[in-house]
């Protein structure tokens, strides 16, 4: 078959298949173009998730016939000054969203500059059918009807209306975030779905956007960032660990004001929040980078949703660097959702009646009014069951700790206006701490706030130069199968920097002659399991450096107080103070809460007193 040259139609539809996918695609392209020419107000309106029609109406300052008649051109552009590529200022660029467009549907362009007379160019799939003059306010508007309907090949392949139709709103989304001081809106079959006002320009006005587009709830669950390094700045909100999804389309990347999807950035997120956040959830960002043009190169797709940069190692140690400051300063914070969780389990239940006793009355007629010296309220002659016939007696049904119990405190009230993380009031269930606040009651998952507090400790002492390691007094035996004692083995001269001293006792075991000095008494031998289990998953290529907060992950999760110990008063306040001073106290290794608060206005509305 001799080469031939295509014809114009078919090279327009060809483009097309990069640059218009789906309607969402075709939608990015005219918001851009709307942007790109001042607009300050944006009108969408779609029927059928777009498949049917999609349009855009803008106010900026519009075209002429001619730029018109040139615009339905490949490759035809105002956003080109000259011929440089590396000082790409504005969205768009390449000159091939109309035509590409308009050779798979059914094209509608009407524009009228200021002072102008307005303009219609209409194109059916790659024709001219008019060209004439039109009535209009200032600005442009661009209707898309009939996507592929002549293309059957590509029309098969569009998702329901209702996918279509979220990809359009995500896209619409993503452009209002990065433009505050533009109004959006998106009305689907004459339904408004999105709407957002205009508020500042630049930074002032990105919280409130970012608010109103992702709801109150990021905003109040979210530390700002404001980074610089070099000519690089880094800055927009990002989400707790413990406010997080469990998918990644809620992060949100622009650089340069450019929605973005781009492999670099997720993967520096990603690593942000690599120990903070369990491995199948994701968190949520709203983050902008803000570099020199001839540090990006855009024109690396024609969809314009990945980049280059000069220098990637820059940019990804910037954005890890960012978030764990941002992070770091939230201090102990947890999500605010996570009280409202709380909150809505509570049930109001009947109390339990006392059973009855031979002779009449109740087992636990005998109680005595609350003794203020004790706290509360004290068997005289019976007992309720489960709870002791004396105090510090025994009990073997009862949830609260007797050795932790609030009412046996001696030592003098502690004040509560000194404590972000109040005083503690005693124990439940061996596992949750109960303190009271200035403001409210919270509540602490010991072992989870101990785990992270280790792992925070681990990490200060890696970083300044190395762990310390306790000897055994007499070396502990920990079976294993052959191929995880070698493992094991073949990693012990890294294991012994982080302060775990290991040698090989034959072919199934390893003997453990000194663990880390920051875990204190631990389970030597089920952190040597979970040492193998990872190392086995991990594969031989990587070094346990690489591998560092998954190995200390696994060390602190074995030197924490665990769930079912029994912690003094003075022990639990010891615990609370530690976690007002750590960073990420608030959630634990794997990005679950620490601890909750219910506010007293909180508890109030808990027993219908608000």
């Given at each position: ?523 030597a031998a089920g952190l040597i399991r979970d040492l193998a289990d990872d190392l086995a998953s991990w594969g031989s290529a990587l070094t346990l450096k690489e591998k560092l907060d998954a190995v200390a992950a696994t060390m602190a999760c074995h ?52």
């Open positions: 078959m001799p080469i031939r040259r295509l014809p114009d139609h078919l090279v327009n539809q060809i483009a097309a298949g990069e640059v218009v996918e789906r309607p969402a695609s075709a939608l990015k392209e005219l918001v851009e173009n709307a942007l790109d020419a001042g607009a300050r107000r944006i009108i969408v309106e779609l029927s059928a998730g777009g498949i049917d029609h999609l349009s855009v109406t803008d106010d900026g300052h519009g075209m002429v016939a001619s730029e018109m008649r040139l615009a339905i051109e490949r490759h035809a552009t105002s956003k080109l000054a000259g011929d440089d590529l590396e000082a790409i200022a504005t969205l768009g660029f390449r000159g091939e969203a109309l035509p590409s467009i308009a050779s798979v549907a059914r094209l509608r362009l009407s524009s009228r500059p200021p002072g102008s007379e307005g303009w219609t160019l209409v194109v059916d799939n790659g024709r001219i059918v008019v060209d004439a003059p039109a009535a209009l306010p200032p600005g442009t508007r661009v209707s898309v009807d009939g996507l592929f309907e002549r293309v059957p090949a590509r029309r098969k392949f569009l998702k329901s209306e209702r996918s279509e139709l979220g990809a359009c709103i995500d896209v619409v989304r993503r452009l209002a975030m990065a433009r505050p001081e533009v109004v959006f809106e998106v009305r689907h079959d004459g339904r408004r779905m999105l709407s957002a006002e205009a508020g500042a320009a630049g930074d002032a006005g990105l919280p409130p956007r970012l608010a109103a587009l992702l709801g109150v709830d990021f905003a109040d669950n979210a530390v700002a960032l404001d980074f610089v390094r070099e000519e690089l700045r880094l800055g927009g909100l990002a989400g707790l660990p413990t406010y997080n999804r469990g998918v990644a389309d809620h992060q949100f990347l622009f650089v340069n004001g450019r929605p973005v999807r781009d492999r670099l950035l997720v993967g520096a997120v990603r690593g942000a929040y690599m120990d903070l956040l369990a491995r199948d959830r994701h968190p949520v960002v709203a983050l902008f980078l803000d570099v020199p043009a001839d540090f990006v190169d855009v024109n690396v797709h024609p969809a314009k949703t990945e980049v280059r940069f000069r220098d990637a190692a820059l940019v990804r140690g910037m954005i890890v660097s960012g978030l764990r400051r941002a992070l770091d300063s939230a201090g102990h914070r947890a999500s605010t959702t996570v009280a409202a969780g709380v909150l809505n389990a509570f049930r109001a239940e009947d109390p339990p009646l006392a059973p009855p006793v031979s002779g009449g009355g109740h087992a636990w007629a005998g109680y005595s009014p609350l003794d203020r010296n004790l706290g509360g309220y004290w068997p005289q002659a019976g007992s309720p069951p489960g709870t002791g016939g004396a105090r510090g007696g025994s009990s073997t049904g009862s949830m609260f700790a007797d050795a932790a119990m609030p009412f046996a405190r001696t030592e003098p009230a502690q004040p509560l206006n000194d404590f972000p993380m109040g005083v503690a009031r005693g124990q439940v269930a061996g596992t949750y701490i109960v303190a009271e606040a200035r403001d409210g009651l919270i509540l602490v998952d010991q072992h989870a706030a101990h785990e992270r507090l280790t792992l925070e400790r681990l990490n200060k002492a890696l970083a300044n130069g190395g762990v310390h390691s306790q000897s055994l007094l007499l070396p502990e035996v920990v079976e294993l199968d052959e191929l995880a004692a070698g493992r094991i083995a073949d990693r012990a001269a890294e294991l012994a920097e982080l302060g775990l001293e290991v040698e090989r006792f034959g072919r199934t075991a390893i003997l453990v002659r000194a663990t880390p000095a920051l875990l204190g008494q631990t389970d030197g924490s107080v665990r769930a079912g110990r029994l912690l003094s008063v003075a022990e639990m306040n010891a615990l609370l103070r530690e976690m007002e001073v750590t960073p990420h106290s608030g959630q634990c290794n794997h990005g679950r809460p620490t601890w909750v608060k219910l506010a007293k206005s909180d508890l109030e509305k808990l027993f219908g007193r608000r």
